[in-house]
């Protein structure tokens, strides 16, 4: 009978002997999908001025399948350089059907001639090239101007607010423009929020940026520096919380010969047109601070000198006291005196 075990049986292991046939092509597929591997990766050009632009090639061993091939772009520094993230965003596709892509990268200024090694990856392969970067002359090149907007002669503003970053260059930048470095110091301060690069259009001898100012429940001051390498310019930021505050600008110290001592005052957003009248108070002799400030209807805030003795001991814990005039309640802040 044609339904019989044995006939049956044999149409089972009639299936069974197709089915390594069906399951090896199916297993080919994602190998075949995913064997689009790194060649190799080259820079052009491999030598540039701190600052420039270059070109990194990344070459597969065959064209990308559909959907395209995902490399991720390292540099190989011991600390991760900020430009190139930026730049790259740590990847980059090679487009279905195609061998290879190129992308326009950045790398961070150092002072003296550096090479940066860089390594594109996909599928478990890999291919490194390196980028020279060299410090310009300053009689040819270099930073020579770098200023945050200002009010009333203080970068003071609001927390969450932005503002303006312009650089200056001694001449026009080059074809490609140029990359002028934007840190903060030190590194983990986060008052201000800027690019770690602002790019000079070729031609032009200058330009601006973003600056998106962070505060906590006090005021926060930053140390901001621009540079090509070969001359670092300092400008600085506070940020106030949107609340009336009092605190510090950095570190107080009672040894002469570091910067000046600032403490500051925010007045947030809260509303006054007239301006303000803000009394200020030290629990410690020894620290003083102005009895009175006087504070503009156009300011957020303002800093004021902290007075040390040297007789005042390391570590010493002092109050300060805000009180404004007709306004809210007063704040204070506690700072530690350090060597």
């Known amino acids: 009978m044609a339904n019989t075990p044995k006939a049956a049986a044999g149409r089972r292991i009639a299936v069974l002997a197709a089915a390594p046939l069906v399951l090896g092509i199916a297993g080919a597929l994602p190998a075949r999908a995913a ?3 790194v060649e190799s990766t080259s820079v052009t050009p491999s030598t540039i001025s701190a600052g420039q632009e270059a070109l990194q090639k990344i070459t597969l061993t065959e ?5 395209g091939t995902v490399v991720e772009l390292r540099d190989l520094n011991e600390y991760e350089d900020p430009n190139y993230v930026r730049s790259t965003g740590r990847k980059v596709t090679v487009p279905e059907g195609q061998r290879s892509v190129t992308v326009p990268i950045r790398v961070q200024s150092e002072r003296e001639t550096t090479v940066t090694r860089l ?3 996909a599928n478990g392969s890999a291919a490194e090239t390196a980028v020279t970067v060299t410090p310009p002359d300053p009689r040819e090149q270099q930073v020579t101007g770098f200023y945050v907007k200002q009010q009333y002669g203080q970068a003071i503003a609001l927390t969450s607010t932005t503002v303006t970053g312009t650089v200056q260059l001694k001449a026009p930048a080059p074809v490609g423009g140029l990359a002028v470095d934007i840190r903060n110091v030190p590194g983990w301060n986060s008052t201000a929020d800027a690019p770690p ?3 000079v259009p070729a031609g032009a001898t200058g330009a601006t940026f973003p600056i998106r100012v962070v505060a906590d429940r006090e005021p926060r001051s930053v140390q901001m520096t621009a540079d090509l390498g070969n001359n670092v310019l300092t ?3 506070t940020g106030v919380p949107k609340t009336f505050s009092v605190g510090q600008s950095r570190e107080i110290r009672n040894t002469p ?22 009394k200020l108070t030290s629990d410690t002799p020894g620290v003083t601070v102005p009895a009175e400030l006087k504070v503009s209807s156009g300011e957020v805030g303002q800093l004021f000198p902290v007075t040390v003795d040297p007789s005042v001991p390391i570590g010493a814990k002092v109050k300060i006291t805000a009180s404004w005039v007709l306004g809210p309640a ?3 802040t ?3 005196i350090q060597d």
Not at 63 to 67: E, I, K, S
Not at 257 to 275: A, E, I, K, S
């Open 35 to 37: 064997s689009a591997a």
């Open 63 to 67: 064209a990308a399948p559909a959907g």
């Open 119 to 121: 390594r594109a990856s």
């Open 197 to 199: 690069y602002v790019v």
């Open 235 to 237: 400008s600085s930021l």
């Open 257 to 278: 010969g570091y910067w000046p001592n600032h403490g500051v005052v925010g007045l947030g957003d809260l509303w006054h047109p007239f301006g303000a009248t803000i």
């Open 330 to 332: 007063p704040v204070s």
């Open 334 to 336: 506690e700072i530690t």
